[in-house]
């Protein structure tokens, strides 16, 4: 079982530190990771102005947010594990735009990132979260999943239905940053957690470097098997690096509960089925995330969380609850008429090709889901997806008609 004391010895940061002052552990404990904001000291031979990067053709939020002022003041500092600004805003630096979204432009590398860089963090978070201000507002969760209601879709028009969200483990830097046995380390937590679900939770573990040909040939049949990333958001961030060591996929025996393990994020947990009915989805989702979380915390360890931030992942457009409900939907009609964009903004939906975020739709088949992360629950922004698909195929059967259809009022995000 891991400890406090374990978790402490394992920062880089503590083990320079403990050897430096010969071995204390109260000293090592009081520069852990969870007393240390300030930041760490960083030598540069250059001025800040000389390395300011050269963001005129960016659109992404770092470029927008990012000043030569914010820059001076933060790119001297770094985490208690090393991580630096400039290792942050690389993937943005390096990718000034995205053909479909405004894309975040920065990731953090661990836990304190998001203090020791907050003067530039806090207004991206600000500008991707539609206002949420993490210096004033608190972030709720609610997985109670009997809350839902209208959560069965029209099946002509809905063909799948999946929430997903990502978990990290408190004391392990993220996966931008971490070191092969801080991965390694992921991976065994989450596997020996995984090992303790039960009933129609119980599943099994593929390593992407142990799995057989006919277990590889499985996943990629049902859809499941991630493979190395090629975008650049994600390999200028560095989340490829040692591709495929301790990565792997987790599933139930039904296939409906997955566990994706050292991708983007530590963790990525997806419920999914064919078929319109979310609000079963939602139900096995709440399930499986609460003893997930349950088995991690037995054996020693934590998620990663704020009151703030609500739980801490790599990317700072899934702060919050991390979800995504999604379905994909049938729309040819609805999807041709200059309203549906407005529509899509007014419900506070974002659309997707069903290949992703780097995909254009085919056949008028679009993946929708929530736009929102952060401020509002759980429960609520599945209910949000769930009324927005609603009103996206009663929109689609009026125009089957040739009947008008109406741009709803924008719904307000925080309530």
């Known amino acids: 079982m891991a400890s406090n004391f374990s978790r402490v010895m394992s ?74 600004l400039d290792q942050a805003i690389q993937t943005g630096v390096d990718n000034p735009g995205h053909p479909f979204i405004k894309t975040v432009g920065m990731v953090a590398g661990d836990e304190e990132s998001y203090e020791v860089f907050a003067d530039l963090l806090d207004p991206i978070i600000k500008e991707r979260h539609n206002g949420y201000d993490p210096c004033t507002m608190k972030h709720p969760t609610d997985l109670d999943s009997s809350k839902i209601h209208s959560g069965l879709f029209d099946e002509r028009y809905v063909l799948s239905s999946r929430v997903r969200t990502g978990r990290s483990i408190r004391g392990l830097s993220l996966p931008p940053a971490c070191t092969r046995a801080e991965r390694r380390e992921v991976e065994k937590v989450v596997v020996d957690a995984l090992s303790g679900l039960k009933g129609d939770l119980t599943g099994k573990y593929f390593s992407l470097t142990q799995m057989t040909d006919k277990e590889q040939q499985q996943l990629i049949d049902d859809h499941f098997l991630f493979d ?48 319109g009915n979310m609000k079963r989805v939602f139900e096995r989702f709440c399930k499986g995330l609460k003893e997930v979380e349950r088995l991690i915390q037995e054996r020693g360890w934590e998620f990663m969380w704020s009151e703030s931030l609500g739980y801490i992942l790599t990317c700072p457009s899934n702060l919050g609850t991390g979800l995504r409900a999604g379905v994909h939907v049938k729309l040819p009609l ?33 993946d929708i889901s929530n736009l929102d992360r952060l401020g509002q629950s759980e429960v609520q922004l599945v209910q949000t997806v769930i009324d927005g698909v609603n009103y996206l195929v009663e929109c689609e059967k009026r125009l089957e008609k040739g009947q008008d259809i109406k741009v709803p009022a924008p719904l307000k995000q925080f309530k």
């Open 334 to 366: 609805l999807s041709k008429d200059p309203r549906f964009s407005k529509i899509l903004d007014n419900l506070r939906l974002q659309k997707r090709g069903t290949g992703g975020v780097d995909t254009a739709a085919v056949g008028g088949i679009f």
């Open 11 to 84: 920062s880089k940061w503590n083990i320079r530190i403990l050897s430096l002052v010969g071995g204390s552990v109260t000293a090592g404990f009081l520069l852990h990771r969870e007393h240390v904001s300030a930041g760490v000291p960083v030598r540069r031979m250059y001025p800040a102005s000389a390395e300011y990067p050269d963001l005129r053709k960016h659109n992404n939020c770092m470029a927008s947010n990012l000043t030569p002022a914010i820059y001076a003041k933060l790119c001297n500092k770094a985490t208690p594990n090393g991580y630096t």
């Open 228 to 275: 190395k990333p090629v975008s650049p958001l994600l390999t200028c961030a560095g989340m490829a690096r040692d591709w495929p060591d301790a990565r792997g996929i987790w599933h139930n025996n039904e296939k409906t509960f997955l566990i994706w393990i050292n991708e983007e994020d530590h963790t990525r947990v997806i419920s999914m089925e064919k078929g």
